[in-house]
């Protein structure tokens, strides 16, 4: 089932977004299976993301076939070393505080890691990320670190059966990701856009997607 949705999705999935940028699919592994995650890869997929440290750490060293590894969720500080040296690319730099840690800690392994920056597209407070008023200032702070590398913008839209009002949202952090790209030369992901909302997300400029559902199906949580 696994090797078959992603042969279906990677049809459905254009390989440039409306801007001429190639589409990158992450596989959203939460709660997935080592051999889950293994079959996903064997059949293609070349990016997976985790949202939980203690999940990345310990399928770590059975994950097969050498994909690039992102941590997709929120991070507290002090779970950044289990991260350091094996995570290919943080996408939720969604506080200064958290930027300064990774970036201490990156540079005390003298090492320099690539983050994004989220925006809290839609406001929402139970979501992290800076406001669109505050992002501009955010990633001049952020990109002054020494040891970070910022190539672009994160972003999850709110939910909301109302299409227009997703679609004024994701163009909106594609024009900020657009103005901020002028300025920071390293910019090229915007990552923007999940199984529920990928096409819009796409259509309206995203080119990193982070799909879990239609790859592997809904999630199945452990009982408590």
Not at 57 to 82: A, C, M, S, V
Not at 120 to 149: D, M, Y
């Amino acid at each position: 089932m696994i090797e078959e949705n992603v042969q279906n999705l990677f049809k459905e999935v254009p390989e440039y977004n409306s801007y001429g940028e190639n589409v990158i699919v992450v596989a959203a592994v939460k709660t997935r299976s080592v051999a889950d995650i293994n079959s996903a890869i064997a059949a293609g997929i070349k990016y997976i993301g985790d949202n939980h440290v203690q999940e990345f750490r310990d399928k770590y060293p059975f994950i097969e076939g050498n994909p690039q590894r992102h941590f997709i969720g929120r991070l507290q500080t002090n779970k950044i070393k289990y991260l350091l040296g094996k995570c290919d690319l943080y996408h939720s730099l969604d506080r200064f505080p958290l930027a300064e840690a990774l970036s201490e800690k990156s540079a005390s392994r003298g090492l320099v890691s690539e983050a994004l920056i989220e925006i809290n597209a839609g406001g929402e407070e139970s979501k992290g990320g800076f406001s669109f008023e505050e992002t501009e200032e955010a990633v001049g702070r952020i990109c002054a670190l020494p040891a970070l590398r910022i190539s672009g913008i994160m972003a999850m839209l709110p939910q909301s059966d109302d299409v227009n009002y997703l679609k004024e949202l994701a163009l909106r952090v594609r024009e900020t990701y657009d103005g901020l790209k002028k300025t920071y030369g390293d910019f090229r992901y915007l990552s923007m856009g999940m199984s529920g909302d990928w096409k819009l997300c796409v259509e309206c400029g995203s080119n990193m997607i982070r799909i879990g559902t239609a790859i592997f199906g809904e999630r199945i949580y452990p009982q408590k």
